[in-house]
């Protein structure tokens, strides 16, 4: 009880606040939960439900707001490292394809930057998806999808020859944006009427590109 109360005391007064360190001192509250039933007069029970439940109608609503609408807030202190929604942008039009058809699946991506978690859990059933860090690159760099970091946006597009619609993403704080591009021939469905943003270099063109 000492250690729980001390605990929640502490990483109440500290204002940086990582998430996973209510886990090593929320354990202790569980016996002080447990023991209020021998605590409390009998008389004062139902008070005590009654104040029970509205904090946990409280912790409710204010968990709801947290996960759902501030998840990504740079003003939440809860929100530490959190993804951006920004990866729906990537993530909803191929996910989409895929439910409709398995073949979409095997889709060739390049994520061509440091540190693209939680891309790879999220696209882990597609097969032909590449992560390049440290200045590494594929061979060949058109694909149906590509996410470049924010310094490799100009070597790349040096290199690309097909079509895509472009985006500004930014996984999450405290690092740089990337930028998405989309085949043009794939996802044109996603932008009804919209011309491709970005469109690479014919062949001929690309004779004294280094």
Known sequence: AIYGAGSFVAYSYVR???????ISFGWPFLFLFGAA??????????KVYVATGVLLILSLGRSIWLNYFKCSSPDEPYAYVQ????????????????????????????????????LPWILGD???????????????LDADFL????????????????????????IRNYQDPSKLYLSA??????????APDFVGKQPNQMQNVP
């Open 83 to 118: 993804t951006y929604n920004d990866i729906f942008k990537l993530t909803k039009p191929l996910l989409t394809l895929a439910k409709r058809d398995p073949l979409y699946y095997h889709l060739t991506g390049h994520l061509i930057r440091s540190s693209v978690y939680p």
């Open 16 to 22: 940086y606040k990582t998430p996973w360190c209510i």
């Open 126 to 140: 597609f097969d032909r998806v590449g992560y390049y860090e440290g200045g590494n690159m594929p061979a060949n």
């Open 185 to 194: 021939k794939i996802f044109k469905e996603f932008f009804p009427g919209k």
């Open 37 to 46: 039933g021998l605590l409390v007069r009998p008389k004062n029970l139902r």
């Open 147 to 170: 996410l470049v970091q924010q310094d490799k946006i100009k070597q790349v597009e040096s290199k690309l020859k097909g079509a895509y619609y472009t985006d500004t993403l930014t």
